[in-house]
């Protein structure tokens, strides 16, 4: 173990001067010590009601210690006295100074600028940086140097002259100082001048002048166009989105290749539509904002849709025999068949090994893109050769077929069979295998 065989160790502050009226002061000790114990701040003056006064005392944590000093008077003098020990007893002591002088000086205004700005242009203001350590009152007086009442929307309740601003309660709410600001929104097209005078409690008075023009609107709007593209016919998520910008914004018209599509009031929003489900073809998109004075800007975007270029997807393709006599089964063909465009027909053609003549059927949608058709009664033993096309709602209409395929009929009862189950799967064995196919595409990940 490592014993504490140090005193405290603070790191002496600065003494203070500032001026009667200002706050924000603080005596701040920086200490080093291992084992804190107490502390107590002490405050000798020349004002007898303060003098050999302890401000502050109680268990000293592992911290830093700090006291405010403000609200003092400019006529004593004052000396605030720091005690600090340790739990083995070692101490430290600090003094600081602290000064209090009389204001005398007079209140700070400093402008931050002059501004000239487009009439309509919103979030604009003026401001001052102000002081003073007695602060009392200030006002804000407007010279209309010349001014246009009748220009731009002349109807707007919210146009107006500015007008003089007396505030007869100043006070700061930083110590080093605050903004005073003065909003510009919705003021005449003219030029001003804007004077701020200060008063603090002495009757000490500081001013300053910054001059505004507003100048007139002479920009047609500025559009952000999004950029021409294509995309192929059937897919989706495409759309359009113009933003533009402009003081006096008024109103929008959209056309699609020379027909009127939007127009409305414009009051600075974004302009969108959906271009899904176009025909095969190009398009021109064209935008035109107009802003309060007749100024206005266009914007053209081409959209061109193209053909479908992909075929269909025909996909589990398979034969489905039920039991109809000793000799022969019912034969049905199903098919699982997706385009984006969707399926305009689907057909399957076949022929026997005994029969070369080639025969075709339309498949029926059976539910969740699955097809089926019925073919009829085959011997068994007869082999039959066919393939399923698919053909696609696109503007090409593509077309897809499988490879010629082969299936042979085969019994579906055991010898020895007896009847009445043999009936039993006539009746049934189509429909329990169909549910079965049924399942399969339902359950099955597209």
Same mark, same amino acid.
């Given at each position: 173990m490592i014993w504490d065989e140090s005193a405290p160790i603070i790191e002496q502050p600065a003494d203070i001067e500032y001026e009667e009226g200002s706050f924000g002061h603080v005596i701040l000790w920086n200490i080093t010590e291992s084992n804190p114990d107490y502390y107590n701040i002490t405050r000798t003056s020349s004002d007898p009601a303060s003098n050999n006064t302890v401000i502050e005392e109680g268990n000293w944590l592992l911290a830093d210690i700090s006291i405010s000093v403000d609200d003092l008077n400019a006529t004593h003098w004052y000396l605030y006295h720091l005690f600090v020990n340790d739990t083995f007893g070692r101490? &430290?002591?600090?003094?600081?100074?602290?000064?209090?002088?009389?204001?005398?000086?007079?209140?700070? &205004?400093?402008?931050?600028?002059?501004?000239?700005f487009e009439f309509g242009? &919103?979030?604009?203001?003026?401001s001052w940086y102000v002081y003073d350590s007695n602060p009392q009152n200030y006002t804000v007086n407007v010279t209309i140097i010349d001014e246009d009442t009748g220009y731009g929307n002349s109807s707007d309740p919210l146009m107006h002259s500015p007008q003089d601003v007396v505030v007869t309660s100043w006070a700061l709410t930083d110590p080093e100082g605050d903004n005073v600001t003065y909003s510009l929104d919705n003021v005449f097209l003219g030029n001003y001048t804007f004077k701020i005078t200060l008063f603090d409690e002495f009757g000490r008075n500081a001013t300053h002048s910054l001059n505004v023009s507003i100048y007139k609107d002479i920009r047609a709007p500025t559009i952000d166009s999004p950029a021409s593209f294509s995309y192929e016919e059937g897919h989706t998520g495409y759309s359009l989105e113009w933003s533009a910008e402009d003081n006096n914004p008024l109103s929008h018209n959209l056309t699609r290749n020379g027909e009127l599509l939007l127009e409305g009031i414009w009051r600075g929003e974004n302009i969108s539509i959906g271009v899904d489900g176009l025909s095969v073809g190009v398009y021109q998109y064209e935008v035109t904002f107009t802003d309060f004075f007749n100024q206005s800007s266009s914007a053209i975007v081409t959209v061109t849709v193209l053909a479908d270029a992909v075929a269909p997807i025909v996909d589990h393709v398979q034969m489905i025999q039920a039991y109809s006599t000793l000799s022969q089964n019912n034969i049905s063909v199903q098919a699982y068949a997706w385009d984006l465009n969707g399926i305009v027909n689907i057909k399957v053609e076949w022929y026997t090994t005994n029969e070369s003549s080639i025969e075709e059927m339309d498949l029926t949608l059976f539910g969740n893109d699955l097809y089926e058709a019925h073919l009829g009664r085959f011997q068994h033993a007869d082999v039959i050769h066919y393939r399923v096309t698919a053909k696609d709602n696109s503007s090409v209409q593509n077309e897809f077929s499988i490879d010629w395929r082969e299936f042979e009929v085969t019994p579906l009862t055991d010898e020895g069979l007896p009847l009445p189950l043999t009936v039993i799967i006539a009746v049934f064995g189509g429909l329990s295998t169909l549910v079965e196919v049924v399942l399969y595409f339902r359950t099955r990940t597209r």
């Open positions: 101490n &430290a002591t600090s003094s600081v100074n602290v000064t209090v002088v009389p204001d005398l000086t007079d209140p700070v &205004a400093t402008g931050h600028g002059n501004l000239s242009e &919103a979030d604009h203001e003026i």
